[in-house]
């Protein structure tokens, strides 16, 4: 059996096909696209309260976070108490999905059930509020 060194084969003319290779590249990169849940932070930092009966959260849940300051935040932006029953309609529309409320521990509880009622008056079904487990 006779030994063939790579610049022999290169001065061959013979080619190395990467066809199969970035197709194969490709194909895992849609896989995992595909595969990968996706799940809407609200872009702000909460302290959530602490709860001995909390559970986990659902991946596919609408996400509101409420500030200590009062401020309301869906998806990175501030939609006030007014932008609350528009945004949670308009998530209901694509998906149907309980909503869950990231109150933060120092929020004041007015605007909290204030926001709880809003969310149900756009046809939420469930309505939790996140807390993290002692």
Same mark, same amino acid.
């Given at each position: 059996?006779k030994?063939?060194?790579?610049? @022999?084969?290169?001065?061959q003319?013979v080619d190395?096909?990467?066809s199969?290779?970035?197709?194969?590249?490709?194909?895992?990169?849609?896989f995992?696209m595909?595969t990968?849940?996706?799940?809407?932070?609200?872009?702000?930092e909460?302290?959530?309260?602490?709860?001995?009966?909390?559970?986990?959260? @659902?991946?596919?849940?609408?996400?509101?976070?409420?500030?200590? @300051?009062?401020?309301?935040?869906?998806a %990175?932006? @501030?939609? %006030?108490?007014?932008?609350?029953?528009g945004?949670?309609?308009h998530?209901?529309?694509?998906r149907?999905?309980?909503?869950?409320?990231?109150?933060d521990?120092?929020?004041?509880?007015?605007?909290?059930?204030?926001?709880?009622?809003?969310?149900?008056?756009? %046809?939420?079904?469930?309505?939790?509020?996140?807390?993290?487990?002692?």
């Open positions: 059996m030994r063939v060194r790579m610049h @022999e084969l290169v001065d003319g190395i096909n990467l199969p290779l970035i197709d194969c590249v490709f194909l895992l990169l849609i995992f595909v990968t849940v996706f799940v809407e932070e609200t872009g702000v909460i302290q959530k309260p602490q709860a001995a009966t909390a559970q986990q959260l @659902e991946r596919h849940s609408i996400l509101i976070a409420l500030t200590a @300051e009062g401020r309301v935040v869906f %990175g932006r @501030e939609i %006030g108490l007014n932008g609350v029953r945004v949670v309609a998530q209901l529309l694509e149907e999905a309980p909503v869950i409320i990231l109150a521990q120092n929020a004041r509880a007015e605007p909290l059930v204030d926001l709880i009622d809003e969310c149900k008056l756009a %046809g939420a079904k469930q309505v939790s509020i996140a807390a993290v487990q002692e």
